[in-house]
C-alpha cells in the first residue's frame, strides 16, 4: 500500500460516515415527514428559513448551539483521554446552579467585571467538582466511569432539586430568585436584529473555551499526554505519562466544560437557575462530540447543526410535530456510531484488494 | 396491616424495575451494554397504549408492547452486533429516539404532546387504596416470577450456559462452535421485550402513556443490575430493596423526616459504592461492550 | 507406535506476503506416536500444524488424515475427523467450570435443560481414562496453569479427539507441570492417541518423543528416530551446521572488560502475566562501550526483564543500578533522565502512537524537553524531526504524516531516531529489527555499533541469535527465566549456544 492511498483512507474515514449519517437521517426524516401527510421539501425549506434564514430563529440556534458546545466539548476531552463522561447533563445542572448561587450571593450592584468571572468561575467549579468523583474513582479504584458518571447525573440533580426546592426557590416555582449580579448580557443589545432571541455574549465565552481547549490539547505537553494516554495507553505509559493523573485531570476539566455550559442559561438568559433547565443537553452532549470528532472546531460546527435541528423543531411544529427533530437526532447519532466502524472495515478491504498480490 | 401494605406498595413499584433489570442482566451477561433499558421501557409502554388503544383489550397491548421492545432491541442489536458501533452511544442514541419517537406518534395517533386517552388496563385506577387490588394484574405475577425464571435460563439452560460464555470469553465459545453473534442477537432482543414489558405494565397500571412516563426507571434498573453483580436473583432484590426505599420516602413524605431526594438518591449511591470496590467489588463479564472481530 | 500412517502433509507451501512460512514442508507421523517437530524461533513450525488443523488455508501441497486426503478442510472439520490443537494462549472461559468448559458447544441437554450432572460424569469419566487430574466443578478461574492445560486437552478428547496437536505446551509450565504432562501424554498413546509435540526446548524432545521432524527456515530438514539420536544431531539439523559439543561448563562468565558497570542487575525477580517468576533471580551488569546481547527463545522472561529495567513492570525483589543509582524503585521518567533509553519490543503497542504523527512520536517520552512552560515548543519538534528524518533516513522525509502510514522499518527508524538522538548512557534494545526490511536491518546494527562504539552500554534482546551473536560483546542465554549461561564474543557461536537455549544444557550464572 502506498503512502498516498493510506493516506486517503485515513481522509475518507472520517468524513464518510458523518455523511451516511446525514442520508440516512434525511431518508428518514423524509419516511416521517411523509407519514404525517406532509411534503418533505416543504418540511425541510421551512426548517432551514426558520433557523438560518431570520435572525430570531439564527439567535435561538445560537442560544443553543452555545450551551451545546460546551456539553459536546465536555464529552470530547473526556474521550480524547479515552474515558466516556455521560455525566456531563448533570455537571451542566452544577454549574448552572452554582453561577447562580454565586449571583445570588453577590451584593446587587457588583460591577460586572467583577461579578461575570466569580459566577463563571463558580460554574467552571461545581462543573468540575461534579467530575472530580468519577476522576478520583477511576484513578484511584479504577471504576467504571460510565457507570458512576450515569449514575451521578441522578444524585446530583437529586441534590439540587432538594436545594432548590427545599432552600432557595421562588414559591410556586422550581427556581430561584434573580440573581443580584452577573448577568450576560443579550446580543439583542449590540444587534438589534436578534431581538426576543435568548443569544447572549456567553457564545463569545464559550468560544473561546473551546478555542482555548484547541490550544490546551494540540499545542501543550499536558494535552499531548492526555491524548497519547486516550490512544495508547501502553504506549503513554512507555513514556513515562501517568494514566491516572491524566484521567483525573481529563474528567474534572470535563466537568468544568459542562459546568461552563450553565452560564448560558442562568446568566445570559433567565437570570435564575432553574430546575430541569438542562432539557437533555448533557446527553446531546455525546452525540456533539462524536459527529463533531472529539475536536475543539468540530464540535462547535456539529453544536450548530444540533442547535439547528432543535430550533428547526419549533419552525415545523405547525407542520409535522417537533418531536421529529429528537427522531433524527436519535437516528443520526447510531448511523455515525455504525457507521466508523464499517466505513473503516470496508476501506481497509478495498484497500487490500487493491493492493497487488 | 400497615406491613402488608408496604409490602404491596414495594411490589407495585419493584414490578418494572423487575422486568427492565431481566433485561439488563441478559443483554450484559451476553457481553452487550444495556444502557438502552429506558428507551425500551418506554417503547413498551407506547406501544401497549397504542394496541390497548385501538384494540380495547390489555392482552393485545401486552404484545404490542413486547413488539414495540423488540423492534427497539432489534435496533440495539444489529448496530451492537453487526455494525459493532460504540454500545455506550447507541445506547445513549436508543434512548433519545425513544423519547422522540413516542412524542412523534403520540401527536400523531392522539394529536396530544402530552398524554393518550385512557385506556383498557389491568385493575381500576383507584387500586392504591386497596391493597390487594394490584394482585389481578397478570403482570404482577409475571414480573415476580421473571428473575427467578431468568435465573434458571442462565445458570441451568444449554442457552444460558452460553449467554454466560460468550459474556466472559468470545473467541473461546467461538472456537468450540458456539455462534457468538447468535447468541447476543437472542439476548439482546429478548432484553428490549423484557424491558419493555416494564414499561407495559406501567401504562396499563395507569391506563394511559404519558410523555417520558418511565422518568428514569431504566436506569434504576440497571443499577440494580450492576449492585447484583449481573446475577439475576440478587438484582431481583436489588430491585426490591430499591423499591422499597421508595415506598419508604412515599411513606414518609408526610412526616419530613428525611427530605424525598436523599432517598431517591440510594441506588444510585449504593451503584457507585459497588462499582468503586469499596464494598465487595461488583466486576462485570469480562468481554461487556467489546465487539469481536 | 505402529506402522498406520495417522498424518501426511506432502509439499506443504504458505507464504504469508514477502515471508514464505511454509516451503515444500512435509511430516509423516504413525498412528500411536509421540512425534515432536522441533525448530528455531520462525522455523515455521506453528504454520505448519495451524495448516493440519484446519485454521490455515494451504497455498499449495497435500495434507491426508489416516489415508485421507484432507486438503483445504475447516477447524470444525478436523475435529470431527478427531484432529485438535492446543494453543499456547488458552481458549477457557474463566467464571465456568472445569466441566462446562470441556462441554461448551456440545452440551448435554435432558428435557431442554442443560445436563450438568452427566457434563460433571462425563468430564470425570474422561479425567480417569485419560489421567489428567482436574475436578470437574471447580470454576477455570481458580485452576493453576497446568490444569488449565488439562482442561484444554480434555475438550479435545471430549470431542473425540485421537490426534492431539500441541504448540509449545511447556512454555508456561513449571517443571512439576512439564513432567506431569509428560505422563498424561505418554497415557494417551499408550491409549492409541497419536501426538504431534511442537517445540524448541531439546530436553523435552528427547524425553518424551518416538520421532522427530526437524525444520528450518519454512523447510523440513530432517526426520529422525528419538532413540537413535542424540541432542547435538538435532541442534545441527535445526541450525544447518556442524555442532561444537565440547562446551566447556567450567568457563567463568566473562567479566567486563570496558569500563565500569553503566547498568547493573542483582538478584531481581519479576512476577510475568501467568507466571509467579518470569524473570528469576537474575544478575548481571552492562559496562559502558559494550553491547551485552542476551540471547533466547521468546517467552523464557526477556520481555518481562527489560520492562522491569524500563520501570513499566514492577519488580519482585532484586535491585537495578544505573550509573551508580538505585533505580529499583524509580517512575519512568526518573529513569530516563538518569540516562536510560529504551527501544521497546511492540512498537505498534508501545514504541509509537500511531495516530500520531511522526514529529509527535519523535519526542514521546522526551516531550518534556520539548517544553517551554508547559507549552510544546514547535520549532524545537520541527527543527528535530527534520533532523531525525535525514540522519535516521526516514521515508516518506515528512514529519506531518501519521506514523501508521508508514511501513514497518521506517517506524522502527522513528523509535530508533528517538532514542539514539536523545542523550543516553544506557540503551535497552528489545528485538530492535523485528519486522523490519533488510537495508533497516543494516542501518539498525550499525546504529546499535555507533552507540557502542560512543561509550554507551547497550542491553540487546533479541529472538534472532544471529543478531546477538553479530552485534554482542558478550551473550548471556537466558531460560525459563534464568540467565544459563554468559559468554564472551570469541567464545560464541549458534552451536555453543544453541544447546543453552533449548535447556539442553544450563550452567548457572552468578
Redesign the interface.
Known amino acids: 500500500m502506498t503512502t498516498n492511498a493510506r493516506t486517503r483512507t485515513l481522509i475518507e474515514e472520517s468524513v464518510l460516515p458523518p455523511l451516511v449519517a446525514l442520508v440516512v437521517a434525511l431518508v428518514a426524516g423524509d419516511l416521517l415527514i411523509m407519514a404525517y401527510g406532509q411534503s418533505p421539501g416543504v418540511v425541510w425549506r421551512t426548517l432551514l428559513e426558520g433557523t438560518w434564514g431570520n435572525s430570531y430563529g439564527f439567535g435561538q440556534v445560537l442560544y443553543k448551539a452555545t450551551t451545546l458546545t460546551c456539553t459536546g466539548l465536555a464529552v470530547a476531552v473526556g474521550l480524547r483521554a479515552g474515558l466516556f463522561n455521560i455525566g456531563a447533563e448533570g455537571q451542566l445542572a452544577a454549574g448552572g446552579f452554582g453561577a447562580g448561587l454565586a449571583g445570588l450571593l453577590l451584593p446587587g450592584g457588583t460591577p460586572a467585571v467583577i461579578a461575570i468571572p466569580v459566577c463563571v468561575f463558580a460554574a467552571v467549579a461545581a462543573g468540575g467538582a461534579v467530575g472530580s468523583v468519577p476522576g478520583i474513582l477511576r484513578a484511584r479504584f479504577g471504576a467504571h466511569e460510565v457507570i458512576v458518571t450515569i449514575m451521578l447525573n441522578f444524585i446530583v440533580l437529586a441534590l439540587l432539586n432538594y436545594l432548590v426546592s427545599a432552600k432557595l426557590h421562588v414559591p410556586e416555582t422550581l427556581h430561584t430568585p434573580e440573581i443580584h449580579a452577573g448577568a450576560v448580557p443579550r446580543l439583542s443589545a449590540a444587534f438589534a436584529a436578534f431581538h426576543g432571541s435568548a443569544a447572549n455574549w456567553t457564545i463569545v465565552i464559550v468560544l473561546l473555551a473551546a478555542a482555548l481547549l484547541w490550544w490546551f490539547l494540540f499545542r501543550t505537553r499536558a494535552g499531548y499526554e492526555l491524548r497519547a494516554v486516550g490512544l495508547q495507553p501502553a504506549a503513554a505509559e512507555y513514556a513515562g505519562i501517568r494514566g491516572g493523573r491524566v484521567w483525573f485531570n481529563a474528567l474534572v476539566t470535563s466537568g468544568a466544560l459542562a459546568g461552563l455550559g450553565g452560564i448560558n442559561f442562568v446568566l445570559g438568559y433567565k437570570h435564575y437557575y432553574e430546575d430541569g433547565f438542562t432539557g437533555g443537553a448533557g446527553f446531546l452532549g455525546i452525540a456533539v462530540a462524536l459527529i463533531g470528532r472529539n475536536n475543539p472546531v468540530g464540535v462547535v460546527f456539529a453544536a450548530l447543526f444540533f442547535a439547528t435541528l432543535s430550533q428547526g423543531g419549533l419552525a415545523i411544529n405547525a407542520m409535522v410535530p417537533k418531536q421529529i427533530v429528537e427522531v433524527l437526532q436519535g437516528i443520526v447519532i447510531i448511523a455515525v456510531a455504525a457507521a466508523v466502524p464499517e466505513v473503516r472495515r470496508l476501506l481497509r478491504q478495498s484497500v487490500s484488494k487493491r493492493k497487488p498480490a | 396491616m400497615t406491613a402488608l401494605l408496604f409490602l404491596a406498595q414495594t411490589v407495585r413499584i419493584a414490578i418494572p424495575y423487575l422486568f427492565a433489570a431481566a433485561g439488563g442482566a441478559i443483554a450484559e451477561r451476553a457481553g452487550v ?1 444495556s ?1 438502552t433499558l429506558e428507551g425500551f421501557m418506554l417503547g413498551g409502554a407506547f406501544g401497549a397504549v397504542l394496541g390497548a388503544h385501538y384494540t380495547g383489550s390489555p392482552w393485545v397491548g401486552i404484545i404490542t408492547g413486547i413488539a414495540a421492545g423488540l423492534l427497539l432491541g432489534s ?1 440495539h442489536a444489529v ?1 451492537s452486533i453487526r ?4 454500545q ?3 445506547g ?10 413516542t ?2 406518534f ?3 395517533a392522539f394529536e396530544s ?1 402530552s398524554n393518550s386517552p385512557r385506556v383498557a388496563g389491568f385493575g381500576s385506577e383507584t387500586s392504591g387504596g386497596n391493597a390487594a387490588a394490584f394482585l389481578d394484574n397478570p403482570l404482577v405475577w409475571l414480573g415476580l416470577a421473571v428473575m427467578p425464571v431468568l435465573a434458571y435460563v442462565i445458570n ?3 442457552f ?3 449467554v ?2 460468550v459474556g ?2 468470545p ?3 467461538a ?4 455462534p457468538v453473534n447468535r447468541v447476543r442477537y437472542i439476548a439482546v432482543i429478548a432484553s428490549g421485550a423484557l424491558a419493555a414489558l416494564g414499561g407495559v405494565y406501567l401504562a396499563l397500571d395507569q391506563h394511559q402513556f404519558t410523555d417520558s412516563m418511565t422518568a ?1 426507571r431504566g ?1 434504576i434498573a ?2 440494580a443490575v ?1 449492585f447484583g453483580r449481573w446475577d439475576p436473583v440478587r438484582a431481583g432484590i436489588a430491585c426490591l430493596l430499591f423499591a422499597a426505599a421508595e415506598t419508604l420516602q412515599i411513606q414518609l413524605q408526610a412526616a419530613q423526616i428525611i ?1 424525598s ?2 432517598v ?2 440510594i441506588p ?2 449504593l ?2 459504592v459497588a ?4 464494598v465487595g467489588r461488583s466486576t ?3 468481554a461487556l461492550g467489546k465487539t469481536s472481530e | 507406535m505402529s506402522d498406520t500412517i495417522a498424518l501426511r502433509l506432502t509439499a506443504i507451501d504458505k507464504r504469508f506476503g514477502p515471508v514464505h512460512a511454509n516451503r515444500g514442508a512435509s511430516l509423516v507421523v504413525h498412528a500411536g506416536e509421540i512425534h515432536a517437530l522441533v525448530g528455531e524461533n520462525g522455523a515455521g513450525k506453528s504454520t505448519l500444524m495451524k495448516i493440519l488443523s484446519g485454521m490455515m488455508p494451504v497455498d499449495s501441497g497435500t495434507i491426508e488424515v489416516g489415508g485421507r486426503d484432507v486438503t483445504g478442510w475447516t477447524t470444525a472439520d478436523a475435529i470431527a475427523a478427531g484432529v485438535g490443537m492446543v494453543h499456547q494462549h488458552f481458549m477457557l472461559v474463566p467464571t465456568l467450570t472445569v466441566a462446562e468448559n470441556v462441554v461448551l458447544g456440545r452440551e448435554p441437554v435432558t428435557g431442554g435443560r442443560f445436563d450438568r450432572a452427566r457434563a460433571e460424569h462425563d468430564v470425570k469419566m474422561l479425567c480417569e481414562q485419560s489421567g489428567l487430574d482436574v475436578p470437574p466443578d471447580r470454576l477455570v478461574a481458580d485452576l493453576s496453569v497446568g490444569e488449565a492445560q488439562r482442561v484444554e486437552i480434555l475438550k479435545l478428547l471430549y470431542r473425540g479427539a485421537r490426534t492431539l496437536l500441541l504448540d509449545e505446551p511447556t512454555a508456561v509450565l513449571s517443571p512439576p507441570e512439564v513432567a506431569e504432562l509428560w505422563k498424561v501424554l505418554r497415557r494417551l498413546r499408550d491409549g492409541g492417541a497419536t501426538v504431534v509435540l511442537i517445540t524448541h526446548k531439546l530436553d523435552e524432545v528427547m524425553a518424551v518423543s518416538e520421532n522427530i521432524t526437524v525444520m528450518r527456515a519454512g523447510e523440513t530438514v530432517a526426520t529422525m528416530a528419538t532413540r537413535e539420536t542424540s541432542p547435538e544431531k538435532i541442534a545441527k539439523a535445526m541450525v544447518g551446521r556442524d555442532v561444537d559439543l565440547a562446551v566447556r561448563n567450567d568457563r567463568p562468565p566473562a567479566t567486563a572488560a570496558h569500563g565500569t558497570a553503566a547498568l547493573e542487575v542483582r538478584h531481581l525477580v519479576v512476577r510475568g502475566a501467568r507466571i509467579e517468576k518470569a524473570v528469576h533471580d537474575v544478575s548481571f551488569s552492562v559496562a559502558a562501550g559494550e553491547i551485552l546481547g542476551i540471547a533466547g527463545v521468546e517467552g523464557n522472561g526477556q520481555t518481562e526483564l527489560l520492562e522491569a529495567i524500563a520501570g513499566i513492570r514492577n519488580v519482585t525483589s532484586g535491585t537495578i543500578v544505573l550509573g551508580g543509582q538505585d533505580i529499583t524503585r524509580r517512575s519512568v521518567h526518573t529513569r530516563g533522565e538518569a540516562g536510560l533509553s529504551h527501544i521497546p519490543e511492540d512498537r505498534h503497542r508501545r514504541g509509537l502512537i500511531l495516530d500520531y504523527s511522526v514529529a509527535e512520536n519523535l519526542i514521546l517520552g522526551q516531550q518534556h524537553r520539548y517544553t517551554t512552560s508547559g507549552l510544546l515548543d514547535r520549532d524545537a519538534i520541527e527543527q528535530h524531526a527534520r533532523h531525525c528524518t535525514i540522519e535516521y533516513d526516514i521515508r516518506p522525509a515528512d514529519p506531518s504524516l501519521p506514523a501508521r502510514a508508514l511501513s514497518g522499518g521506517n517506524q522502527q527508524k522513528i523509535v530508533i531516531a528517538r532514542e539514539m538522538s536523545r542523550a543516553f548512557t544506557v540503551l535497552l534494545a528489545a528485538q530492535p529489527t523485528r519486522g523490519v526490511d533488510v537495508g533497516a536491518i543494516e542501518f539498525i546494527h550499525a546504529e546499535l555499533r555507533k552507540a557502542r562504539n560512543n561509550g554507551k552500554a547497550v542491553l540487546l534482546v533479541s529472538a534472532e541469535l544471529k543478531e546477538v551473536l553479530t552485534l554482542s560483546d558478550r551473550i548471556a542465554v537466558m531460560y525459563g527465566g534464568r540467565l544459563v549461561a554468559m559468554f564472551s564474543r570469541s567464545e560464541a557461536s549458534e552451536e555453543v549456544i544453541g544447546p543453552f537455549m533449548t535447556g539442553a544444557k544450563r550452567e548457572r550464572v552468578a
Request: charged residues 10%; positive net charge; aromatic residues 10%.
Open positions: 451494554i444502557l435496533i448496530s455494525f459493532k458501533a460504540d455506550v452511544v447507541v445513549v442514541a436508543i434512548n433519545l429516539f425513544a423519547v422522540g419517537i412524542r412523534f403520540l401527536q400523531l404532546s441451568k439452560t444449554r444460558g450456559l452460553r454466560r460464555a466472559e470469553h473467541q473461546a465459545a472456537s468450540v462452535g458456539v428514569g436506569f440497571l443499577a450492576i427530605p431526594q436523599f431517591a438518591m444510585y449511591v451503584t457507585i462499582v468503586a470496590g469499596v462485570p463479564p469480562t
